[in-house]
């Protein structure tokens, strides 16, 4: 009888905590070799790949939205209740008929998420209070205090002269201190890249059945964001990010008479390229908009539009509870 060898207990217990994860994985390799139904789909052999792809990857912001809007320079967070509330607001000059156009009306609120980009911290607690606002009522709102740009990090912006007002419309990183004199008050503010925000958070998004809604899923961008649009349209546009993911954009350049001070303005961090007067401007915004309107392989409509009707809000926030209002 041949002899079985004696271990000491340090080694058994040592072999078994290797043993049990073999057996299990040897188990799983197994069940995955075979054919499965994921969800009425059949898949041999490569189930092991999907599940563990479903394992590590990065729950989205935009998973679960049927439609999304983007409102990148939310300002005052106007054109998200456009969206959500479109009868309370009849003298918007383009915002309340584009939605209408591109969302159809009437709509469902709960197919809709929301990102508004804000940096203005004069804002911050009024789309707080929005956001828990909408939240109450099941509408989907997220505020993100930043900036955007070609790029993250932080950003001196200019409070206007307008600051002390409800609405301060032009606070800005690109427009010279000049423009505003004296009256201009600097403040850092975190800058987000825009492009690579997409692409984390929207880009290959779960996309739910909708609630009631015909109409194929879309993502609008309304980009106000005061001269910094000649730092992220171009990043969009490269990186892929505006066309495999938006829709329809809604715009503006600034190189109207009222925006010569916003130039000189350089594009890059180094300063070889740099706009120096409103024409350069116009030229560079003619370029980009060519650009997507030649592609075929761009799915971004584009119209060039700065609905500023209602620069403060008339309307309390809404409150499912008919007896009580959130104000602004």
């Not at 423009?179 to 739910?208: C, F, M, S």
Request: proline share 6%.
């Amino acid at each position: 009888m041949t002899d079985v060898p004696r271990y000491p207990p340090t080694f058994l217990r040592s072999m078994s905590k290797l043993v049990v994860p073999l057996v299990a994985a040897s188990t799983m390799l197994a069940l995955f070799s075979q054919t499965v139904n994921l969800n009425g789909m059949k898949t041999a052999g490569g189930a092991a790949l999907y599940y563990q792809s479903q394992l590590i990857r990065r729950p989205k912001l935009g998973d679960g939205c049927y439609h999304i809007f983007l409102d990148v320079g939310a300002n005052i967070g106007i054109h998200t209740r456009f969206l959500y509330e479109p009868d309370l607001y009849p003298n918007s000059k383009t915002s309340v008929a584009a939605f209408a156009e591109k969302f159809g009306y009437p709509r469902e609120n709960d197919n809709f998420c929301v990102f508004g980009f804000e940096p203005n911290p004069k804002f911050e607690q009024r789309h707080l209070n929005l956001a828990k606002a909408y939240n109450a009522m099941g509408w989907r709102y997220t505020p993100l205090l930043a900036g955007v740009s070609n790029a993250n990090g932080n950003m001196t912006f200019y409070h206007t002269h307008l600051e002390k007002m409800e609405s301060e419309v032009g606070f800005s990183a690109v427009a010279a201190k000049t423009l505003y004199g004296n009256d201009a008050t600097p403040k850092t503010v975190k800058i987000i890249r825009l492009a690579t925000w997409i692409h984390d958070e929207i880009q290959e998004r779960v996309i739910p059945k909708s609630h009631g809604q015909i109409m194929d899923p879309k993502v609008i961008l309304k980009l106000d964001v005061e001269g910094l649009e000649y730092k992220v349209f171009p990043d969009l546009l490269t990186t892929g990010a505006l066309c495999q993911n938006i829709d329809h954009l809604i715009g503006e350049f600034h190189y109207g008479p009222g925006n010569h001070n916003f130039f000189p303005m350089n594009l890059t961090s180094d300063g070889t390229h740099k706009l120096n007067q409103r024409k350069d401007g116009k030229a560079l915004a003619m370029q980009l908009l060519r650009m997507v309107d030649i592609s075929e392989n761009c799915r971004t409509t584009i119209s060039l539009d700065d609905d500023e009707s209602y620069l403060t809000d008339p309307h309390p926030y809404p409150s499912p509870n008919v007896n009580t209002t959130i104000t602004s």
